[in-house]
Each structure stands twice: as structure tokens, then as C-alpha cells.
């Protein structure tokens, strides 16, 4: 059923994705999408952007409604690549090559992490019966689809439970290595920042006053002075914001090479090294078992592609 909705005098002048959020209680991308799919009228005519300024008294209709419909748990899929490092009846360690999504969602319904992980772990399908538990199973912490490396999935809902206690109390600890545009001043540091979502672009994070608390610890662990500036970092996370690494050394002048996203600048007077992705490893992982607490530890060494780049740096 559709449903329409007069736009108040307190929103007068309001962008229409913020005004429709507003009305309807929905999230930004949840309104970007309807948008985006044709639902939304502004009086009889379709709405050609979400940015466009709205006037008291106008009239939104949303075709088909604003009720969420829950989408389909994730099936498995085969031929998903990733490497199982570690497992048992309660976890899954894997090492994800860049290039994968880690689970299900907007864009990205098929061919993710958890998809391969539910074909060679069925098991894992109906393990977690809370929604959103149900929507992304096992998921404990997140990778970006450009950044390679170490995740553990929970395969019951107490591993699920154990160890995104560990993640949120910083028992677990995660290390990567990142390489950095320009020379870091100092062979140690931390960067404590709080991050948010952009509002001009809602896929993007900034640091900014009022958002989540976020702590990255660094050291150098080599330098580079030609045919590019640049550090090769050891990064140390001790909160978990999304592109946390890629948003700190950004905002400090340092962004990590090949982010395209946070725009790697010109490396000393020649174009940043052509990567394809940014240059980011989880290179270490380590956890307390959920049910014998002995301490598990992972390392996984740099892939090809990155090793390649660093050969490159030291040749010169």
C-alpha cells in the first residue's frame, strides 16, 4: 500500500532524503534506495534526486509503502576464495583475499565471504536465529572488500557472544600493515579521533566532532624515499570503526597508497604506486577460545600483490 505524507512547516526547505528519514524513521540508505528505484513522488511527479530541497504542504507519496521487508537469509555458494585457517565445532578462522565483501547487503547480495563459508560450513545457515544474527552468521568484526586478510566467524551464538565481548573490551587483538603516503615524523604515535558518517556522501566516514571514540596505535616499520615517500606501518587497532586505518592516517596527512576513497596524494614529486586497491593487511589476530580459553594467535604474511610493491620500494 502506498503511503503519502505532508511535509510540516519544520521542514520547510529540508533535503528530501533527510525530510523522508524524518517522516518515516527509516536510515538515509534505506530512503537513498527508494529514491533511487523510482518510489518516491514529489506531488505527480517522480523524484529525480534526493537532494532536492522540499516546501511545506508538498505531498510524498512512496509507492508500495515504507514498511522494512526483511530480505532472505544468505545461502551458501561455492567457488567464493578465501583460505580456511583455523577450525573447530565453534569458530572459523579465515585469511580473505582482497577483492571479496565480507557478507550480504546493499549491492552485494551473493558471491561474499559468508556465502563461501555457509557452503563449506552449512551448519553455520542455522546456528543464529535473531535477525540480524541470522542475516550475517558467524560475523564477529568486518574487512573492507580491498583490505586482505585475518577474520574469525563464530559458528554457535556463545562464540558469537565471547567473542564480540573480546572485540568491544580489547582482549582480541588485531594488527595490520599499511603503507602510508609521505614520511610520519615520528617512529611511534596514536591517533585518537572520533569518527562519523559524512553527511554529504553517507558510504563515506570523516573524522568529526561528535562521533565514535576511535584509537589507532602505530610503529613504522620502514621508510621509503624513492621512487615514492612513503612508511610502512605496523597498525595496532583498539576500537573498531569502519575504515577506521584508512580514515586516521588520512585526516593526519597520510593517507594509506591506493586508497582511492581517501585520496592518496602525489608520493614526493611522482604518481602514488599503482596498486588497485590500498595497501592494507591484517596481518595478525589474536583471541581467548570461547569454551577453553586458551590463547589463540594468527599471523598471515603480506600477499603477492602488496610484497610486490615493497620489493619494488627496495630495489630503488
Same mark, same amino acid.
Given at each position: 500500500?502506498?503511503?503519502?505524507?505532508?511535509?510540516?512547516?519544520?521542514?520547510?526547505?529540508?533535503?528530501?532524503?533527510?525530510?523522508?528519514?524524518?517522516?518515516?524513521?527509516?536510515?538515509?540508505?534505506?530512503?537513498? %534506495?527508494?529514491?533511487?528505484?523510482? /518510489?518516491? =513522488?514529489?506531488?505527480?511527479?517522480?523524484?529525480?534526486?534526493?537532494?532536492?530541497?522540499?516546501?511545506?504542504?508538498?505531498?510524498?507519496?512512496?509507492?508500495?509503502?515504507?514498511?522494512?521487508?526483511?530480505?532472505?537469509?544468505?545461502?551458501?555458494?561455492?567457488?567464493?576464495?578465501? +583460505?580456511?585457517?583455523?577450525?573447530?565445532?565453534?569458530?572459523?578462522?579465515? %585469511?580473505?583475499?582482497?577483492?571479496?565483501?565480507?557478507?550480504?547487503?546493499?549491492?552485494?547480495?551473493?558471491?561474499?565471504?559468508?556465502?563461501?563459508?555457509?557452503?563449506?560450513?552449512?551448519?553455520?545457515?542455522?546456528?543464529?536465529?535473531?535477525? +540480524?544474527?541470522? =542475516?550475517?552468521?558467524?560475523?564477529?568484526?568486518?574487512?573492507?572488500? !580491498?583490505?586482505?586478510?585475518?577474520?574469525?566467524?563464530?559458528?554457535?551464538?556463545?562464540?558469537?557472544?565471547?567473542?564480540?565481548?573480546?572485540?568491544?573490551?580489547?582482549?582480541? *587483538?588485531?594488527?595490520?600493515?599499511?603503507?602510508?603516503?609521505?614520511?610520519?615524523?615520528?617512529?611511534?604515535?596514536?591517533? %585518537?579521533?572520533? @569518527?562519523? /558518517?559524512?553527511?554529504?556522501?553517507?558510504?563515506?566516514?570523516?573524522?568529526?566532532?561528535?562521533? *565514535?571514540?576511535?584509537?589507532?596505535?602505530?610503529?613504522?616499520?620502514?621508510?621509503? !624515499?624513492?621512487?615514492?615517500?612513503?612508511?610502512?606501518? *605496523?597498525?595496532?587497532?583498539?576500537?573498531? *570503526?569502519?575504515? =577506521?586505518?584508512?580514515?586516521?592516517?588520512?585526516? @593526519?596527512?597520510?593517507?594509506?597508497?591506493?586508497?582511492?576513497?581517501?585520496?592518496?596524494?602525489?608520493? !614526493?614529486?611522482?604518481?602514488?604506486?599503482?596498486?588497485?586497491? =590500498?595497501?592494507?593487511?591484517?596481518?595478525?589476530?589474536?583471541?581467548?577460545?570461547?569454551?577453553?580459553?586458551?590463547?589463540?594467535?594468527?599471523?598471515?604474511?603480506?600477499?603477492? %600483490?602488496?610484497?610486490?610493491?615493497?620489493?619494488?620500494?627496495?630495489?630503488?
Amino acid at each position: 500500500m502506498d503511503e503519502v505524507f505532508d511535509v510540516p512547516a519544520a521542514l520547510e526547505g529540508e533535503r528530501l532524503d533527510r525530510a523522508l528519514a524524518l517522516l518515516t524513521g527509516l536510515t538515509r540508505k534505506e530512503v537513498d %534506495d527508494i529514491v533511487a528505484a523510482g /518510489r518516491v =513522488q514529489l506531488g505527480s511527479a517522480p523524484a529525480s534526486s534526493r537532494s532536492r530541497r522540499i516546501h511545506a504542504g508538498e505531498h510524498i507519496r512512496v509507492t508500495g509503502g515504507t514498511e522494512r521487508q526483511t530480505p532472505a537469509a544468505p545461502g551458501g555458494e561455492e567457488g567464493v576464495p578465501f +583460505e580456511v585457517v583455523w577450525s573447530d565445532s565453534e569458530l572459523v578462522v579465515v %585469511d580473505k583475499p582482497a577483492g571479496v565483501v565480507v557478507h550480504p547487503g546493499s549491492g552485494n547480495r551473493s558471491a561474499t565471504l559468508v556465502n563461501g563459508l555457509l557452503d563449506r560450513f552449512p551448519d553455520m545457515a542455522g546456528a543464529f536465529s535473531e535477525p +540480524e544474527a541470522a =542475516q550475517r552468521p558467524g560475523v564477529v568484526h568486518r574487512l573492507d572488500k !580491498g583490505t586482505s586478510g585475518l577474520l574469525v566467524f563464530a559458528r554457535t551464538p556463545a562464540a558469537l557472544e565471547s567473542l564480540q565481548h573480546q572485540m568491544a573490551s580489547r582482549s582480541a *587483538r588485531r594488527e595490520y600493515l599499511a603503507l602510508v603516503a609521505g614520511d610520519l615524523e615520528s617512529d611511534r604515535g596514536l591517533i %585518537d579521533a572520533p @569518527i562519523g /558518517r559524512s553527511a554529504r556522501d553517507p558510504v563515506r566516514m570523516q573524522v568529526q566532532a561528535g562521533g *565514535r571514540r576511535a584509537r589507532t596505535s602505530y610503529e613504522v616499520v620502514e621508510r621509503f !624515499g624513492n621512487p615514492a615517500s612513503c612508511c610502512l606501518v *605496523r597498525c595496532r587497532l583498539e576500537t573498531g *570503526r569502519t575504515h =577506521q586505518i584508512r580514515v586516521h592516517f588520512a585526516s @593526519i596527512g597520510h593517507p594509506v597508497v591506493g586508497d582511492d576513497r581517501y585520496g592518496t596524494r602525489r608520493l !614526493g614529486s611522482r604518481e602514488p604506486l599503482k596498486l588497485g586497491r =590500498q595497501f592494507l593487511h591484517a596481518t595478525m589476530l589474536s583471541f581467548d577460545h570461547p569454551s577453553t580459553g586458551e590463547r589463540l594467535s594468527f599471523e598471515s604474511p603480506l600477499p603477492a %600483490d602488496l610484497a610486490a610493491v615493497l620489493d619494488e620500494l627496495r630495489g630503488c
